[in-house]
């Protein structure tokens, strides 16, 4: 019998009534599982659950949003296991659960574990913590964090915009100041003023920022960078606006670019956000990547990089090599 650890966060989205955690557990026992649940009290519960409980157990599920997720992530990494987690999404938004697919169909999803359906999945370090698809800071960042849960709830994603955007946008556009920044990476050294920027491994940020979905694989082991510099005003904000719709990084404004690992230094402190959750204030921040970190019940998909492919490709490469190698 195989046995499951399911995680509720009771105050994740609208779907977390006691009716619905009897429905998933009665779900799981009908499928043969041994049932443990744990139900979240506080911020970081989801870790130390995850931490303490995790090796006895077969399959992780996490009902939550992103921060939930992200607290299970982490308690998987402390524990070093490689005990497959199944995210059921519950928050407002689920940006992870809708790049990669997944649903809150349980039956499908119990279905592919049983199917062996799962893909190994890159983490973000960031600093002593980690992070399941962004990191990021500046204008519109906070905008997951600073909206209150009862909104949330209330209306969803919408509540989102209307805090970030609709409120939010013309004080911060009045009060618009770029952060000098060092940033180290893969690509160089930049010494600049931004008034973003997010270190990702993810088809888009925040529903804004989208990159090409045929470049993007969620355990390439490289991170997707944007940064965000030269806004003066209003009018150029709107500018900035028609490049981000039109997906035009050029270099000019908006900067994008892959890369294993970054270091980047402020002259202050500045609140960073990690999965829509807040991530502290520093003014030094040191990012890596955990390659197939997780492993990750999911449906196929064009955004992991399939194992047979690349043995397929290895393999084409040494018979080249070979060839070359008579050639000579």
């Known amino acids: 019998m195989k046995k499951v650890l399911i995680i509720f966060n009771p105050r994740a989205g609208k779907n977390s009534s006691r009716k619905t955690q009897d429905d998933i ?6 499928y043969g599982f041994f049932v443990t649940e744990k139900v979240t009290t506080c911020v970081g519960d989801a870790t130390e659950i995850v931490k ?41 938004t689920n940006d992870l659960a809708n790049t990669i697919g997944v649903t809150k169909d349980l039956k499908s999803q ?6 062996g359906s799962i893909h190994s999945y890159d983490i973000g370090k960031f600093n002593d913590r980690h992070f399941t698809y ?10 997951s964090y600073n909206t209150s849960q009862k909104w949330k709830n209330r209306l969803g994603y919408l509540a989102y915009l209307l805090n970030g955007f609709v409120f939010g946008l013309p004080h911060q556009i009045k009060n618009l100041k770029p952060h000098h920044m060092i940033v180290e990476t893969d690509e160089g050294i930049i010494d600049d003023n931004f008034y973003f920027g997010a270190v990702s491994n993810s088809n888009e940020v925040g529903g804004i920022f989208k990159f090409n ?11 997707e960078v944007i940064f965000v510099k030269k806004v003066r005003g209003v009018l150029d904000a709107f500018r900035l606006l ?22 980047i230094t402020s002259d202050e402190e500045l609140p960073w956000t990690l999965d829509g959750e807040f991530g502290g204030a520093h003014n030094n921040v040191e990012i890596g990547l955990l ?7 999911s449906p196929p998909s064009k955004y992991f990089v399939s194992e047979e ?20």
């Open 309 to 328: 492919k690349e043995e397929k490709e290895e393999e084409t490469e040494e018979v080249f090599a070979e060839e070359m190698a008579e050639i000579k």
């Open 52 to 92: 303490h409980n995790v090796d006895s157990h077969d399959l992780v599920v996490c009902c939550g949003g992103d921060g939930t997720f992200n607290e299970a992530v982490n308690g998987m990494v402390s524990a070093e296991t490689t005990v497959p987690l199944m995210y059921l999404p519950m928050g407002t």
């Open 25 to 30: 557990i009665r779900t799981f026992k009908d």
């Open 291 to 297: 390659h197939d970190r997780v492993n990750l019940v």
């Open 213 to 223: 979905k045929k470049e993007i694989k969620l355990n390439d082991g490289v991170f």
């Open 110 to 115: 119990i279905e592919l574990y049983l199917k």
């Open 134 to 143: 962004v990191a990021s800071f500046g204008v519109g960042a906070d905008a």
């Open 242 to 263: 028609k490049k981000i719709k039109d997906e035009n990084y050029d270099g000019s404004q908006i900067i994008n670019f892959k890369t294993t690992w970054a270091k």
